[in-house]
């Protein structure tokens, strides 16, 4: 019997693409559906796009809210949600109509908790670059398999949308208030709490990529909540799994060139100046060396040697970001 799936979609001010993902989702091959739109306060004609769909699918539940945020919009959807198995889709991108079936089939052929597929960015340029993969095209994890993968993001990445979930691993779970990043506050815990994860290599998920996404915009407070959001996760695990010391060197090295990188670009100077980020470069001088051919492992040529121009002159990596 195929079971239940309650898939989540928050929705703000997308008009331009609403459609687009909704009809990805309601021409599933998986028909066993429930699809929560969860309207958050939205200032333009989504949440009327919304309402028309439910006209047209009785599958459809459509929720109005106040705007509180992509977390927030989730844990309101995940309190209606009545199926076995949890997946969420982002209101801006849309999916292949069989993800969700194989997304499924796998968790079912391999007694999983959790099943992941591939997915691909798209730019506005039109330029698509795929997401991480394994070698092989089915791959069983661990949860302590899956958590090393996630912290260095080699394989798997920090991203809710392109998976499915067993509904029982959300209890005591909620996404953070008012935080973006909140995808690396909460997968981690999800992962903790799986006995076995699913990958397929299947390509499955558009990750539309735009100007004015919350990730098109870097502010202060994308900025102070990845700082919390990694380390906050990162010191927790590093307590509890001892083991996982080396993988949460390795992204807290990646996170304090990332930081650097968000302040610049955001223009703000002052705090790269701080003590605070005077600190994390030290820090960074210090592991780098340490960890250097494992980072370059894990990424492409160039932005490799970024980090070696970052370990040898914070002046010399900025004036490159400006010449970029």
């Known amino acids: 019997m195929n079971e239940l799936i309650s898939i989540i979609v928050p929705v703000y001010n997308v008009e331009q693409y609403i459609s687009k993902c909704i009809d990805s989702i309601i021409n599933q091959t998986y028909k066993n559906i429930e699809i929560i739109l969860v309207d958050d306060g939205s200032s333009d004609r989504s949440g009327c796009i919304c309402d028309e769909y439910k006209e047209k699918d009785n599958r459809i539940i459509v929720i109005h809210k106040e ?73 069983i994890l661990t949860p302590m398999e899956a958590l090393k993968n996630l912290i260095v993001e080699k394989n798997l990445s920090n991203h809710l949308w392109n998976k499915l979930y067993e ?40 990750y539309i990529q735009r100007g004015n996404s919350i990730m098109g915009k870097i502010d202060l407070k994308l900025i102070n909540d990845t700082e919390e959001s990694v380390f906050e996760k990162n010191s927790y695990l590093k307590n509890k799994y001892p ?38 470069y030290k820090i960074y001088k210090e592991l780098y060396p340490k960890y250097r051919k ?25 004036l490159y970001l400006k010449l970029k």
């Open 167 to 206: 509904r029982k691993l959300f209890e005591d779970i909620i996404f953070p208030f008012g935080k973006k990043m909140e995808d690396v506050s909460t997968l981690y815990k999800l992962f903790e709490k799986a006995n076995t994860l699913v990958y397929d290599n299947s390509i499955e998920y558009h």
């Open 294 to 318: 494992d980072i370059k492992k894990l990424l492409d040529r160039k932005v490799a040697l970024s980090y070696d121009l970052f370990y040898f002159s914070k002046k010399l990596y900025f």
């Open 243 to 280: 083991d996982l010391e080396d993988y949460i060197n390795i992204e807290n090295i990646k996170t304090y060139k990332l930081l650097h990188y968000y302040a610049k670009i955001g223009n703000y100077n002052s705090l790269i100046e701080s003590d605070k980020y005077e600190e994390f």
């Open 67 to 139: 705007n509180g945020g992509m977390s927030d919009a989730r844990n309101v959807g995940l309190k209606v949600a009545s199926g076995k198995y949890i997946g969420f889709v982002d209101s801006d991108d849309y999916i292949e109509y069989d993800m969700f079936e194989k997304l499924y089939n796998n968790i079912i052929q391999y007694n999983a908790n959790i099943s992941m597929c591939s997915f691909i960015h798209e730019f506005p340029s039109g330029e698509k670059k795929e997401g991480k993969i394994f070698d092989k095209q089915i791959t």
